[in-house]
């Protein structure tokens, strides 16, 4: 299914953070629009993720980080009324993986939190390092993707948005693959779904 119609079929005001957008005239805002454009047009997403001939990386990363980060926040944003400190007492992905955060600020230590402060949390900073640190941000938003899909897909599959959640992950897997950026380690919650929606991707 092609990305078209996500962010109409999420409802308006669910989302989690504010949505971030680049500025008109940037070439950051003209690499944006290039990236939607192949998106809504409904091509392969494989294909889509290739950087553009003649096109920086580091841009074209910048773009996808400030895209995902305005997914994931729709996604979370839809079910987060479902993840409350009851329901979701720890931040993880089933009992073998479980998230502590550290900032380096006001966390310097690993520390356990409800799964809802912990993206609070994580919202807050990604907002502060949305420039400069895409590795890491990218590898700390697909655990929100372990969050829901292991805890929420019922919420999500309740509201019929699995096969918009499932694309979203898509474009995000095949994204930080082709170039890289998010470990094995922190993919491998999800690598058993992963190789039945991306079978045309090495896990």
């Known amino acids: 299914m092609a990305l078209n119609g996500f962010l109409d079929f999420f409802q308006k005001g669910k989302t989690f953070r504010p949505k971030k957008k680049f500025a008109h005239g940037t070439i950051r805002y003209s690499l944006y629009k290039q990236a939607q454009a192949s998106l809504n047009s409904g091509i392969n997403l494989r294909a889509a993720v290739k950087l553009p001939h003649g096109e920086d990386l580091n841009d074209w990363i910048a773009v996808h980080v400030v895209d995902f980060f305005n997914r994931i926040n729709l996604i979370y944003g839809t079910i987060s009324e479902y993840c409350t400190e009851q329901s979701c007492p720890t931040m ?33 900073w990604i907002e502060m390092q949305i420039n400069n640190q895409d ?7 697909h655990r929100v993707f372990v969050h829901v899909y292991i805890h929420h897909f019922h919420n999500v599959v309740a509201i019929a948005a699995e096969a918009h959640v499932n694309t979203c992950y898509k474009h995000f897997y095949y994204f930080v693959t082709e170039f890289d950026l998010v470990g094995h380690k922190e993919l491998e919650p999800l690598a058993e779904m992963a190789v039945k929606i991306c079978k045309d991707h090495p896990i």
Request: aromatic share 16%.
């Open 135 to 141: 590795f890491k941000i990218l590898a700390r938003l």
């Open 92 to 124: 993880s992905g089933g009992p073998r993986f479980e998230y502590l955060w550290a900032d380096g600020d006001k966390f310097k230590k690993p520390t356990p939190l409800p799964a809802r402060t912990y993206i609070s949390h994580l919202m807050d």
